[in-house]
């Protein structure tokens, strides 16, 4: 079984780009969640899909970021315009249940580097 | 405010020695507590969490609701287990919010 997928592994861009970041969650995952890493610190929640709404989005940090869900399948997330305190690691989870409670595990992706310079 | 603390960034201990490593959480509810781990080239997986009560590999957790810990702990290191650990708390069962709250995370290192 396929686990889940992001893409892309690592991106550069310049301040004031936009980037666009992608993840296929676990087939038949309900449940879909963006995360980020900043270096040196916490994997902090960014916001949480129930199919295709958005269930909790409090984490988004501002207006710059926009994440969909078109269908109930894959995310994207996009950043823009991109600034240098963006720079960090986005892994998207899924779970078959909300925040796995009933399995207690939410499947992490590889995760996607955004570097902003 | 609900927030996951790991005290530690690195920690590393010989092979064979005992490991612990410390996780204390604030949080209002009655939360879930979860150890990932996060192995050299692989993603994060799920180590354990505190209501299965369950030994993993050779590690186990106890939730104190009293000193609001939930501490890692293994008898005897292996080399294998060099990772990043993680302690995460949810909110979900007690009607709180689903989302995970993360520490920072430790990096073990087990010396030969």
């Known amino acids: 079984e396929a686990g889940v997928t992001q893409f892309p592994s690592h991106s550069v861009i310049e301040k004031g780009q936009t980037v666009t970041l992608r993840c296929d969650p676990i087939s038949g995952h309900d449940n879909l969640y963006w995360y980020r890493r900043v270096m040196g610190k916490e994997i902090k929640f960014l916001l949480h899909f129930v199919k295709e709404s958005k269930q909790d989005e409090s984490g988004m940090p501002n207006n710059r970021f926009l994440a969909e869900r078109t269908g109930g399948t894959y995310s994207t997330l996009k950043v823009q315009p991109a600034e240098l305190e963006d720079s960090g690691v986005y892994f998207c989870a899924s779970s078959q249940d909300p925040g796995g409670v009933n399995t207690g595990e939410l499947f992490f992706g590889e995760g996607s580097r955004l570097t902003v310079l | 405010a609900q927030r996951v603390t790991q005290p530690e960034k690195l920690l590393s201990v010989f092979k064979g020695a005992p490991v612990e490593l410390k996780c204390n959480y604030s949080y209002s509810g009655s939360p879930e507590l979860f150890w990932y781990v996060q192995y050299s080239r692989q993603r994060l997986q799920l180590l354990l969490r505190?209501?299965s009560r369950e030994s993993i590999k050779g590690f186990t957790a106890d939730l104190n609701k009293g000193e609001t810990s939930f501490h890692l702990k293994k008898p005897f290191a292996q080399e294998e287990d060099s990772a990043m650990y993680y302690c995460a708390l949810s909110g979900g069962r007690s009607g709180g919010t689903y989302k995970y709250i993360f520490g920072t995370g430790t990096r073990l290192k087990v010396l030969a």
């Open positions: 505190h209501i």
